[in-house]
């Protein structure tokens, strides 16, 4: 069970109460529009967690964690529809295995508040060599999206897919973007994040809620709140086809398929989506595990997965190159199953099963990311609300499901074998 | 079979052992307050057993790659594989194969008994086929290929290779497209009929489970075997490198590098107080909190992935250094010569002091999951420990432990693998 509470416009505290884990975990989310401000935001969000105001320096900042028994401290960006999200987190050890008595908890949540509010500042900057060290350490770290080639593929159908809608831009920006930022547009985006963000602060663990509360409401009373409204585009289907691909010097290709579910917003048929997905290309028992990778030996694997605050479907599979074409006839030929009913009443049995199953979390940071999820929804769930909505779902619902199902776009790492090139002394 | 209660006052936890009359070992951890529970049943066989161990006290060399087929392989039966028996249940099912065991796993909320019957069952009934043998190749091909094209596996196996000659560390746990392609129905029966034995065995649980319930419901289903299971294979091999650099090229955003010091072992393990050790003494002196790490940030030489860590297991330890950077070469000299720093004059007692407390708070923390739990008792059982030592051996660690590990960063043990964006 979670308690909801408001700590100022658009700033919501979810609190799950229990001593039954032996860390302590705290995300404040913050979600806005992903536009041209996507860099300054990412910029922003690692300056904020280098360093602050009450601890200027890298090293006595990470030093200050350590002797809280490793807490760790820190930010990252996400997306979620077509808002970027911005993150910041600290995990800790309860006070109840400290060994000296020392109270863990209260100084992390202190510093995380401190993070955001009370940075490392002078004169409106953050410091010029400061912002360039990030600025490096972002293109490098954008620039290494490159070595894992399955979730690269992913991040080039998406960019390929959603052209011409918020989804479709790198959450951090990119790497134009991160070198043209200026000092003054971090500072702005500092600004503009307090003033306009929508805040979701999750908490799980050994926390009172109330103090959690009162400690954002004090730091928000000052700013003049003006919380911005997100609206993700939705489209129905996928209308212009295409097929990107790109070579690498690699041993085995990346497919993905990008689908429109024709959902209209995330809580559109939302039940059928995902057990219809789920049957489609989740579990061992799907259709994809069962025909692509166990009958037919065409890959390790081969899956799908529903972006649902954006009503997309991913299928991805690792294959060789020259097997494209069975591969996606062979996805094809099991997405046609699906609207013609052909899986049995075990799969959906087990499908619902193994959904519900996936929904007992059992850990701080599973059940903070759960609840994190509904960052842009106004009804918050438990994961047994969920789980009982999976019962429901017919076959034919199902079917109808995969029916709407529509291929938008198609893009493929093709591997290019190379002359082995290893250099020995 | 005598069940006994392993308690650690201030983790406020306990986990029971029993050892199986056939030598299978039994160790549960309950969490009431969970919903889930997390089993493991394992096989101190991995991708390092490049021997079968004959009758007649002979070792003949198998396939590379040839435990993690089994792994795949074991899943099959007559009738329902496992995958299909699981579904029944919700459990989600699974399996590993590292260096050292493999391991078959399931985690779930709902029908454990269920669940652990199945677990037990198709663990214990092997079904190859030669045909079913062939269809599995194209799958685990696709699985090494895959693996290939990850530049950290790639790194890591290149470095392997530099430090080690004729130690199965350095292959890919999975093989080899050619090597995999030698394995057949027999040579899987025979291996199976060798090394999985319950006396070569753990069955680990954690979560919401009665241990008495567990420890009656495991003992009836153990099959017991016969055989001993032959020793394993060590041999100490050369404190030297083979090779001091190797790099390869491969489409990366940026150079990387692994730097790796392995150790010279006189015994197959190094124990569970020296890995602990090496650890706080690798986080003393490379870790965030360290001058080094921000001096070498400020000047550009490293990325917030720059880390230091022990690879350790049967018959290898390696102390790896690694992360990404323009110039590999500069970063390595820096950070040899602040271990040649630390040899000379010592280790910040400071920063000992606060790895140390970092480590305890990880570790304690890693109780929180019953898979990480469950894990856990698999890795300490294998090496030879008892349920808490992990926790023991940390309260126990102080800075001479820790310095001694510097002795072990030598120059000739040493390797560096870089590998190139191309």
């Known amino acids: ?425 | 079979m005598k069940i006994k209660e392993y308690r650690d006052e201030k983790l406020g936890e306990s986990i029971f052992c029993a050892k199986h009359p056939s030598g299978l070992e039994i160790r549960v951890a309950p969490k009431l307050e969970y919903d889930s529970s997390y089993a493991l049943f394992a096989v101190r066989f991995g991708s390092v057993d490049d021997y079968i161990g004959k009758e007649d006290g002979t070792y003949e060399k198998i396939p590379e790659g040839t435990a993690h087929f089994l792994e795949h392989k074991l899943f099959e039966s007559e009738e329902l594989d496992a995958f299909e028996l699981f579904a029944k249940t919700g459990a989600q099912a699974n399996a590993f194969t590292s260096f050292d065991y493999t391991a078959y796993l399931f985690k779930g909320s709902e029908n454990i008994e269920t669940s652990l019957g199945y677990l037990l069952d198709f663990v214990q009934s092997p079904y190859f086929t030669a045909e079913t043998v062939q269809k599995e190749q194209g799958i685990i091909g696709q699985e090494i290929r895959m693996y290939q094209d990850l530049p950290d596996w790639e790194i890591l196996f290149n470095l392997l290779k530099c430090l080690y000659k004729d130690n199965p560390v350095s292959i890919d746990i999975a093989g080899t497209q050619e090597s995999i392609a030698k394995i057949d129905d027999k040579l899987l029966y025979s291996i199976y009929d060798t090394y999985y034995n319950p006396s070569n065995m753990i069955l680990s649980i954690a979560g919401n489970v009665d241990p008495d319930a567990i420890f009656s419901q495991v003992s009836k289903a153990i099959k017991r075997k016969k055989k001993d299971v032959p020793e394993r294979r060590f041999s100490p091999g050369s404190p030297k490198a083979v090779s001091g650099y190797i790099e390869e090229k491969l489409p990366v955003g940026k150079k990387m590098f692994m730097l790796g010091f392995k150790e010279d072992l006189k015994n197959p393990e190094v124990s569970l107080q020296e890995e602990l050790a090496s650890n706080v003494m690798l986080e003393a002196l490379f870790g965030k909190s360290t001058p080094f790490f921000k001096k070498m940030l400020d000047d550009g030489l490293i990325e917030m992935d720059f880390g230091a860590s022990l690879f350790n297991g049967y018959g290898y330890s390696v102390a790896i250094i690694n992360g990404s950077a323009d110039d590999p070469e500069k970063v390595v000299s820096l950070v040899k010569a602040e271990i040649k720093n630390a040899q000379k004059n010592g280790l910040d007692k400071a920063a000992v002091e606060r790895a140390i407390k970092k480590m305890y708070g990880m570790s304690i923390r890693g109780f929180d999951s019953v898979g990480a739990t469950a894990n856990l008792q698999v890795n300490l059982y294998f090496s030879g420990y008892k349920p808490y030592a992990e926790l023991e051996a940390i309260r126990k660690l102080n800075y001479k432990a820790v310095s001694e590990r510097l002795s072990k960063l030598t120059e000739e043990g040493c390797a560096l693998s870089v590998i190139i964006p191309g």
């Open chain 1, 1 to 425: 069970m979670f308690v909801l509470k408001s700590a100022a416009p658009g700033v919501r505290v979810i609190s799950v109460p229990t001593d039954k884990f032996k860390t302590n975990i705290i995300e404040v989310s913050v979600a806005v529009p992903l536009d041209e401000n996507a860099a300054a935001n990412a910029l922003l969000a690692s300056l904020l967690t280098r360093t602050c105001k009450a601890y200027p320096d890298f090293s006595k900042l990470n030093a200050k964690l350590d002797e809280l028994y490793g807490a760790s401290l820190g930010s990252y960006v996400g997306k979620t529809g077509d808002a970027q999200v911005i993150s910041f987190y600290v995990t800790c050890l309860d006070d109840r295995f400290s060994l000296d008595g020392e109270s863990i908890t209260k100084e992390c949540l202190k510093l995380l508040a401190g993070m955001i509010f009370e940075p490392n500042i002078k004169n409106n900057s953050f410091g010029k060599e400061a912002l360039a060290t990030e600025k490096r350490l972002l293109v490098n770290s954008i620039k290494a999206e490159l070595d894992d080639k399955q979730t690269y593929a992913l991040k080039k159908c998406t960019e390929l897919m959603c052209a011409n809608e918020p989804y479709g831009r790198p959450e951090t920006g990119t790497v134009e973007e991160v070198e043209s930022v200026k000092m003054s547009e971090v500072y702005a985006a500092w600004k503009n994040l307090l003033k306009i963000g929508r805040f979701h602060i999750v908490a799980v663990g050994n926390f009172d809620v109330d103090e959690i509360t009162g400690l954002f409401a004090g730091k928000f009373e000052k700013i003049n709140r003006e919380p911005c409204t997100i609206d993700t585009i939705f489209f129905k289907k996928g209308l212009h086809f295409k097929r990107g691909v790109e070579q690498f010097q690699m041993k085995q290709g990346k497919l993905v398929f990008g689908f429109r579910t024709g959902m209209e917003n995330s809580n559109d048929n939302y039940y059928a989506e995902k057990v219809m997905v789920d049957i489609f290309g989740g579990g061992t028992y799907s259709k994809l595990f069962a025909n692509v990778r166990e009958k037919m030996s065409l890959a390790y694997y081969c899956s799908a997965k529903l972006i649902d605050s954006k009503g997309i479907v991913f299928v991805q599979s690792g294959i060789d190159t020259d097997k494209e074409k069975a591969v996606s006839t062979a996805i094809i030929n099991q997405l046609d199953d699906m609207r013609t009913g052909k899986f049995d009443d075990e799969t959906v049995a087990a499908s619902k099963r193994a959904l519900r199953e996936r929904l007992t979390l059992s850990t701080p940071g599973s059940i903070c990311s759960w609840y994190k999820s509904f960052i842009l929804e106004d009804e918050i769930r438990t994961p047994e609300e969920i789980a009982d909505g999976y019962d429901k779902v017919t076959k034919e619902e199902i079917c109808e499901a995969a029916m709407k199902l529509s291929v938008d776009k198609i893009y493929m790492l093709e591997a290019v074998e190379s002359e082995v090139e290893s250099v020995e002394d």
